[in-house]
């Protein structure tokens, strides 16, 4: 085992110092395409000098040999080479974030190999002159590269004050011709540095770490087995234990002896969902992540019920003679008639949450297929969202979905089920977890 475990860690050493000369070199390869881009921006505002000279020497468009009807091309001319100096500023600005990104890769690197040395603080400050921080350099770069987003600003708000200047120099204005340049240039200038501004704080706070954790329903917020076992007794007849649930969907299960159209009596019925008892620590765990440390809680659930087709209302084996449909007509009044309960789910979901105190940011009830991760297909599921709202944390219960979505977030929680315990190699991020508080205290610990 301990062989085992030294080679594993050679073979991740070698990855790290792989890893460690591709992003410095990326990191060099990025620095040189800024300054690439940055001098063919110089090269291309260059190129109007003359009649930006002459129009500041007092000449004016009017004394420009040009045809009435396009006397708008200079102007038009200049508010583009602003535009597009405006969108290459961004584009090297990118550039600039990742590069700061790849500079933190280096310092996690860094880091790592400085804690094996075995040399203490003392001995290592002698001799490390690069940082090993992997939150340094700052994005925002306000003594260093906010020098080039002003030249940038400069250039890009000259063009456009003159390109004004020149399209209105023969309008009488209210104010000064020469004021609402000047207005226009400040304009266009703080347009820069905000934008700069925006770009670093999306790096430093949204991208690849947002705060959305993704929690399923059922299974990871109540207790659904011993509930469906109490409903199963109670309208099928049939007893069997919580514990040896160990397949969903449980018809397919080869020693349970539950049938399809006894689960559906069990989901057909409103008081399995209005009833369902919820897991220990659950209302309290997620008050906690989204209130104490700021997460926004999105909601999962893919309830399809009712479904009129398979009420057991029909059937002979219905021990209590239960009518559904004078269930649902008590349950839904006269929109029975119209919509035979479609939406129902979301609204005894939110009254359930409601009822035990679960706080949360957003209720999604999944459509369409809710087992495909490609987004290709027309649905509405956890795997669709999930990577379109970059979620970064997900509480799951089954398995397959969860490994699915191992693939998408940073780290996925499987609630521990009988259903769930197949002897499979996990993702190094899908973590099995056996209570809410497991999943409070690791993520206090590892975010």
């Given amino acids: 085992m301990s062989q ?67 006397r708008l091309i200079v102007p038009l001319l200049m508010g583009i080479i602003s535009l597009v100096g405006f969108l290459v500023m961004c584009y090297i600005v990118g550039l600039r974030l990742d590069a700061i990104l790849y ?115 059922d299974g990871v917020l109540n207790r659904h087995r011993e509930h469906f076992c109490e409903m199963l007794a109670k309208l099928v007849g049939k007893q069997i234990s919580p514990d040896d649930i160990d397949t969903i969907p449980i018809h397919e299960s080869e020693t349970l002896g539950v049938t399809e159209q006894d689960a559906h009596a069990v989901f057909n019925h409103p008081n399995y969902w209005k009833d369902m008892p919820v897991l220990e620590g659950a209302a309290e765990t997620v008050d906690r992540l989204k209130n104490m440390f700021g997460y926004k809680i999105v909601l999962f659930t893919h309830r399809p019920w009712p479904q009129p087709a398979s009420f057991p209302s029909e059937r002979a084996d219905n021990p209590e003679g239960t009518d559904y449909r004078q269930i649902w007509q008590a349950e839904c009044g006269f929109l029975w008639s119209i919509r035979k309960g479609r939406g129902w789910a979301r609204r005894i979901t939110k009254d359930w949450l409601k009822k035990e105190e679960i706080v949360y940011d957003k209720l999604i009830v999944e459509k369409g297929n809710t087992h495909t991760v490609d987004p290709r ?34 780290v996925v929680f499987l609630i521990d089920h009988p259903y769930n315990r197949v002897d499979v190699s996990l993702p190094i991020n899908l973590i099995r977890v056996t209570s809410w508080d497991e999943i409070y205290k690791r993520v206090r610990r590892a975010f």
């Fill in 4 to 70: 085992m475990t030294s080679d594993k860690k050679g073979r991740f050493e070698d990855f790290l110092l792989a890893e460690y000369d591709n992003i410095a070199q990326a990191h060099f390869n990025t620095v040189s395409t800024i300054s690439t881009f940055f001098k063919h921006y110089l090269l291309i505002v260059s190129l109007p000098v003359p009649l930006v000279a002459f129009i500041l020497k007092g000449g004016g468009l009017s004394q420009l040999q040009i045809p009435e009807q396009y």
């Fill in 103 to 217: 500079a933190r890769t280096v310092n996690g690197v860094r880091k790592y190999f400085m804690a094996k040395s075995g040399l203490d603080f003392e001995q290592q400050s002698r001799f490390r002159v690069l940082p090993r921080s992997v939150h340094i350099p700052p994005y925002f770069e306000w003594r260093y590269f906010i020098f080039v987003v002003s030249t940038f600003g400069v250039i890009d708000s000259a063009y456009g004050a003159l390109g004004l200047y020149s399209c209105l120099e023969s309008i009488p204005l209210a104010l000064p011709l020469w004021i609402c340049s000047v207005i226009l240039a400040a304009v266009i200038f703080a347009i820069h540095l905000g934008s700069y501004y925006g770009l670093a704080r999306y790096r430093e706070d949204h991208y690849l770490r947002s705060h959305i954790i993704g929690i399923d329903v």
């Fill in 377 to 410: 297909i027309k649905t509405r599921n956890r795997f669709v969202i999930s990577r379109k709202k970059n979620t970064r944390i997900f509480v799951e219960d089954d398995l397959s979905k969860a490994v699915k979505l191992a693939d998408i977030c940073e």
